[in-house]
């Protein structure tokens, strides 16, 4: 079974501040990344996504993750973040083939001070 | 269009009593997914169908988890005996396909209470 690894699990800094947000997965074969985001009083809501191709995706709101495969690392970042980034982020996990259960990490709590 | 519904939002069971936690996914998705999420972790698998069909129930955490979804549509997660280690998230996603590279859509989750 797949596992993933979130540290830091609070995170506070300024606006205009760069945020990155490690993530790291464990499982033998290929899998499909995300990183979620909740914000305040809201559900669960998809950032981004890695399926195949291009290590560096962009999803919305101006967050980026990198794919580094031979780390097993899933990384989210912004280079500057606004008050309305504070949210809770997973970064999630599945495999490439067969089941697609998703595989969460414990999240990071990030608040950005204005 | 109308998202992932899930009710109720909160409910408090006394120790021993059953509930009920009702999903109603996007229409026209095949798959539905149920997720436990304790306080200050991330969401964990319990079940998921793929139209009526429960096709992997491995994250259940004991026999008195019982999902179904008996129309392929909507779906039921019905605790017994409430414990207080059941007190949780329970979040419902659908998504359009099975493979893992359709995006899963979450509700709003029940916030489930045993006192």
């Known amino acids: 079974a797949q596992s993933v690894s979130q540290h830091n699990h609070h995170v506070i800094l300024s606006e205009a501040a760069s945020l990155e947000l490690g993530c790291n997965y464990s499982y033998g074969g290929t899998v499909n990344l995300f990183w979620y985001v909740q914000y305040p009083g809201q559900h669960l809501q998809l950032l981004l996504k890695y399926f195949s191709g291009d290590p560096l995706v962009k999803g919305i709101k101006g967050f980026e993750a990198e794919f580094i495969k031979s780390k097993f690392s899933f990384n989210l970042r912004k280079p500057s973040v606004q008050w309305s980034d504070t949210a809770e982020y997973f970064c999630a996990v599945n495999p490439s083939y067969g089941n697609n259960r998703l595989a969460f990490g414990k999240g990071n709590q990030v608040v950005v001070i204005p | 269009g109308a998202g992932v519904s899930q009710s109720p939002r909160y409910k408090v069971a006394k120790r021993g009593q059953d509930v009920a936690l009702r999903c109603d996914p996007i229409?026209?998705?095949?798959?539905l997914f149920w997720y436990q999420q304790a306080l200050g972790q991330g969401p964990e698998f319990l079940t998921y169908?793929?139209?009526?069909?429960?096709?992997?129930k491995s994250g259940l955490p004991s026999d008195r988890f019982f999902a179904e979804r008996p129309e392929g549509s909507v779906s039921t997660l019905k605790i017994q005996r409430t414990q207080q280690e059941d007190s949780a998230v329970y979040l419902c996603a659908s998504s359009l396909e099975g493979q893992g590279t359709y995006e899963q859509y979450f509700g709003p989750g029940t916030r489930l209470t045993v006192t």
């Open positions: 169908f793929q139209n009526e069909a429960q096709l992997d």
């Open positions: 229409s026209g998705h095949v798959s």
